[in-house]
């Protein structure tokens, strides 16, 4: 099995229920209060880890409690946390979200997930061999992101992009890229498939949704159906997607039966709240796969 290393954003969640927003100065009873570990980054580490992968993450987070318990929850599904540093006088990433009729408003505090740096992701990559997975997404800066993207095909690593949230910053570094996983809304904004073959991407891999993915070559392309789940919360279900992926490649599977693997964890992801909780094991994920 090949290693897979992720960098990415660590983040501490703060959810709570709401019957509407408040006003200005109101205060209102809210219920549900939930203090979630997340961060795509993390939450993509997380997932390889749980689903039996040798993972490595890069990433920065506060020398705070918050940044204590991300590392700690990495650690219990045996992510090494080795290249996670921790910053003096800034906290560790947080996102505040109130939930109001099932929708979400978020606002985010990046907080140390902003201080990574080109030497983070060197010393990070002197263990990568070729043919090892090397998997990021844009909750970083662009610049350190695509700098990493060009060390790790340097290196001969099969280079895996989550463009989330979407910027088109990164479509300058996209020539790194091997395969790349957008959603509907990401792919548009970074101007289609067609594009993103033209800067050299070899594999675009579009989720649906409930529709189920996309897997699309510059030659052909085939829609695949996710399994039919009852729906409690989709946070984290791309992450899953996502790191499901990169374990299959990291099993040297064909792209094919990985996505299929993938898209299997980030549907039973989908029947329990919350984030890096709700990722399944790799033995629930072959139980149904069976």
């Known amino acids: 099995m090949k290693k897979i290393f992720v960098v990415g954003s660590l983040n501490t969640d703060l959810v709570i229920n709401a019957p509407y927003m408040p006003l200005g100065g109101e205060t209102i009873r809210g219920d549900g209060f939930m203090t979630n570990c997340g961060g795509k980054g993390a939450n993509q580490a997380y997932a390889c880890g749980k689903l039996g992968g040798k993972v490595y993450m890069c990433g920065c987070v506060g020398k705070d409690d918050f940044g204590k318990m991300s590392k700690c929850n990495l650690e219990g599904v045996s992510v090494n946390t080795k290249y996670i540093r921790e910053i003096e006088k800034t906290p560790t990433g947080v996102a505040v979200i109130v939930v109001t009729e099932g929708e979400n408003r978020i606002i985010i505090d990046s907080g140390a997930n902003g201080l990574l740096t080109k030497n983070d992701i060197d010393l990070f990559l002197e263990g990568a061999n070729e043919g090892d997975i090397y998997l990021t997404q844009l909750e970083n800066p662009i610049d350190i992101i695509g700098y990493g993207l060009s060390r790790a095909k340097e290196k001969g690593m099969i280079v895996v992009l989550n463009p989330a949230p979407a910027s088109l910053d990164i479509v300058k570094y996209l020539e790194s890229v091997d395969i790349i996983t957008p959603n509907e809304t990401e792919l548009e904004l970074l101007g289609g498939k067609n594009v993103l073959f033209d800067k050299g991407i070899k594999t675009v891999i579009t989720t649906l949704g409930g529709s189920g993915y ?49 898209s299997v964890a980030a549907s039973l992801a989908c029947t329990k709240r919350g984030a890096q909780q709700s990722v399944p094991s790799l033995e629930q994920v072959l139980e149904y796969l069976k």
């Open 214 to 262: 996309e897997i699309a070559t510059k030659d052909n392309s085939s829609i695949y159906p996710c399994i039919k789940v009852d729906v409690l919360d989709t946070t984290a279900a791309g992450d899953t997607a996502t790191a499901g992926l990169c374990i299959g490649l990291s099993k040297g599977w064909e792209l094919e039966r990985a996505m299929r693997f993938g």
